[in-house]
């Protein structure tokens, strides 16, 4: 299955980055943190707003963690995410 976000939306496949404290222990994802995550875009919607942003597929981005909905095609998550969600573009 193929989706293409619709109006000011994006479809992100997010990158899930373990974090390392100073000692050397891993934090799982599962732990509460206030960090921003990142993904990289697949899909751009249409909409005026999102052309804007002058963004094209393949780009990182930033956006908050609790940001856009979770959907998962062919065994695969992804997150469609308003062009609000979206905080700055990584390079």
Known sequence: M???PIGDRVL???I???E???SGIILPDTIDKEKKAEGEIIA???GEK???LGLKVGDRVLFGKYAGEEVKVDEEEY???SHEDILAVAE
Request: proline content about 0%; charged content about 50%.
């Open 20 to 22: 390392v404290t100073k």
């Open 50 to 52: 999102v052309e804007k």
């Open 12 to 14: 992100v496949k997010a």
């Open 79 to 81: 997150k469609i995410l």
């Open 44 to 46: 751009i919607g249409q």
């Open 2 to 4: 193929k989706i293409k």
């Open 16 to 18: 899930k980055e373990e």
